[in-house]
């Protein structure tokens, strides 16, 4: 997903620095129809932002691309990416 950097960006600045390298460091985000998936890098990861930081990563998706994008969370396995999903 081409904004993924600038969210980042946007994110790094809403968070302490030890928040951020730990959740979001080697993070990607690809586009599935109208849907993001944010690939982090691991099952636990997944479940820290989907639970505590998901809020703080809609509103910076939707600053940077300028509408709302549903989000999925996955851990970044081959296994648990869609084929059909696109960068």
Do not use: C
Request: no cysteine; glycine share 4%.
């Amino acid at each position: 997903w081409p904004h993924w950097k600038r969210v980042l960006a946007d994110l790094e600045m809403r968070m302490t620095r030890a928040t951020y390298s730990a959740w979001f460091s080697g993070s990607r985000a690809l586009a599935q129809g109208d849907e993001l998936l944010v690939l982090l890098r691991s099952e636990q990861a997944v479940d820290w932002v989907q639970n505590r930081l998901n809020q703080l990563v809609q509103r910076a998706v939707t600053d940077v691309a300028g509408r709302p994008f549903p989000i999925r969370y996955v851990a970044d396995a081959p296994a648990a990416i869609p084929q059909e999903a696109h960068p």
